[in-house]
């Protein structure tokens, strides 16, 4: 059993046996889709990623209410990262731009499918290889049509940032813009997350996130979508 395939059965097995019931609203509360997520980069340890998606906002988190958090309007696509300690928001503009996929960068995809691996919701996992030129970018272990909305929020997050690094592109350096860092960053920063939800991510830089709980419906408090309204405000256009 190789490692991306074990890390696979321990992820469905934890979110295999979840139950999905809403809980009852008040006029203080949020009924949104949870997705929690550890990560680890190279040089890391591993830390816990929340993601609250509903209809107007999605926050990005480490599970609790109180810490720093960043914050995507889905309607203006602004994005605010909050600082507590510094008592800042840092705010991104996202940028309508028309991107174009460079005729040099060619992406493909390898879809497997396992019939003989446990399912989601009735739904058969699918080991998806993401490739620039050629070039191994992401491995990715998604359910299809799983949590669409919530897919959808982060697919809108991940192209607010792409939006802002395709307006930095000229200032880096050549040997930064790699195939995969142009695809995965830049032109097609949500490719991963085309018709499913992601329970392992993977690549060759020790990028790893593995899902550990997903919920369709939490009742969580409406204060935390909200900005502090004293801290200052950071614009970068």
Known sequence: MNVFTRDYLRVASIVICLSFSPKALTAQTLDVAMLLYEEQEAGTDVYPVRILVGDKHLRIDDGYD???YILLDRTSRRLYSVNHAERNILVVHSRVTEKRLPADLVLTQKETADATAPTIQGKIPVNRQLLANGELCLQVVVV???????????AEYAQVLGSRQLKNLDGLPESVKTPCYLSRYVYAPARHLRNGLPLIERDTSGYYRSLLNYKLSESVSAAIFALPDSYELIQLD
């Open 66 to 68: 109180q810490g720093d």
């Open 144 to 154: 299809p049509d799983l949590m669409d909305a919530a897919v959808s929020g982060m």
